[in-house]
């Protein structure tokens, strides 16, 4: 029996989650789940699993949560930041799936690797802000770290037990979101609703906008370099509008290797929930038969100028990528909020990079610092080009 911490557990990757753990009682316990603000979702899960504890944002949440399930089950509902490390180190809990969106998850999961536990990490953020730091916390206390996105864990499959022995590059695969085709001149007119609407995957809010920028395939090119202990020249984005193939390693000898499937968050959950065994996910088999043509493009980077900052923010090392995650978070929250336009994304990052060149990061409080400068510079910079467009 496996027993699990669910950290972003009404997101959807937590939601995922659960549907896989839920087809397997007799393998998995959920012993603590964690949501920000969708209470009612939160209530219906503690429910259905009747955890040990469960951790909201604030107190005003877990007054509403501790309401909605009073009488119905014994869970302990406590809420903030201190919390959420209190139930990514608990000594009952064996495996935490760290899929809080964004740098608010970095602690938490810095605490599940401080623990020993079995991560299993969708929150890229921790890789991309710390690097480094972070997978020395994983070796030093005999933690396991097992990748989630649906890239790193198709990358993961298809390395062999030794990761470099006779590897040539990573093949990282992205869909191209939504506006892969839209001509450029008319990027600057997108909704967040039409930046949401992917046509392969199912993601929050920003995450999608992530992905139409590509921001998000930079995201995980920074966090394979750590993942796999590979130098960014040999790790190349490919652009697969079909994801069916997830990601590919290809060999010294010419071999190249793919993971492939249905585009479903279960599969690479339920690969990490059960490995080094396999089980079922509630996946539908994939019909290759059926399957549409497979393409494969390079990308561009005057379409998505977010992926060669990402890339650029990899090469400068140190802080920088701390600096980018920060201020593409601001960014794409002003964008969300109709305070900044879509082309505006990767121009509030790029002018915050070079306001905060050479921030370094060997330690977690430098981290926190470049991250918190960042973020007050972006500010500052969307608030300036919210006023110009009034």
């Known amino acids: 029996m496996q027993r699990l911490t669910v950290l972003g557990a009404t997101g959807s990757i937590g939601v995922s989650t659960l549907d896989v753990v839920?087809?397997?009682?007799?393998?998995?316990?959920?012993?603590?789940?964690?949501?920000?603000?969708?209470?009612?979702?939160?209530?219906?899960?503690?429910?259905?699993?009747?955890?040990?504890?469960?951790?909201v944002a604030d107190a005003a949440a877990a007054t509403v949560l501790a309401g909605r399930i009073a009488g119905r089950v014994t869970t302990e509902v406590m809420h903030g930041v201190d919390a959420l490390e209190v139930i990514a180190a608990l000594p009952e809990v064996d495996t935490v799936m760290a899929?809080?969106?964004?740098?608010?998850?970095?602690?938490p999961a810095l605490a599940a690797a401080r623990s020993g536990k079995r991560i299993l990490l969708a929150n890229k953020e921790a890789l991309v802000m710390t690097g480094d730091l972070y997978m020395r916390e994983v070796a030093a206390h005999g933690a396991t770290l097992l990748p989630i996105d649906s890239e790193h864990n198709a990358v993961f499959q298809c390395l062999p037990p030794q990761h470099h022995q006779g590897v040539r590059r990573i093949l990282l695969t992205a869909s191209g979101g939504p506006f892969r085709r839209t001509p450029i001149a008319d990027l600057a007119n997108v909704t967040p609703e039409q930046a949401c609407a992917h046509p392969n995957w199912d993601m929050g809010?920003?995450?999608?906008?992530?992905?139409?920028?590509m921001m998000n395939k930079g995201l995980e090119v920074i966090e394979a370099r750590w993942l796999f202990d590979t130098p960014a020249e040999r790790i190349d984005v490919v652009i697969h509008p079909q994801s069916i193939v997830h990601s590919m390693v290809e060999y010294v000898d010419g071999s190249v290797l793919a993971q492939m499937g249905n585009p479903d968050m279960r599969t690479p959950i339920a690969h990490a929930l059960a490995w080094p065994e396999r089980i079922?996910?509630?996946?539908?088999?994939?019909?290759l038969a059926a399957s549409a043509n497979l393409v494969f493009e390079r990308p561009d980077f005057e379409r998505f100028p977010c992926l060669k900052l990402a890339f650029d923010a990899l090469k400068a090392g140190g802080g920088t990528p701390a600096v980018l995650n920060a201020a593409n978070e601001i960014a794409v929250a002003a964008f969300l909020e109709h305070r900044l336009g879509f082309r505006a994304i990767a121009d509030v990052i790029a002018r915050t990079l070079d306001q905060l060149p050479g921030r370094p990061a060997d330690t977690l409080d430098q981290v926190f610092s470049a991250d918190a400068e960042a973020r007050a510079v972006a500010a500052r910079i969307v608030a300036q080009q919210a006023g110009a467009a009034a």
């Open 22 to 55: 839920a087809r397997h009682p007799d393998r998995f316990e959920i012993v603590a789940l964690s949501g920000h603000r969708q209470i009612e979702r939160l209530a219906e899960q503690c429910l259905q699993f009747a955890p040990r504890y469960a951790v």
């Open 99 to 107: 899929a809080i969106v964004g740098a608010a998850g970095l602690r």
């Open 205 to 213: 809010r920003k995450i999608s906008v992530d992905s139409a920028t």
């Open 280 to 287: 079922e996910s509630g996946v539908s088999p994939l019909d």
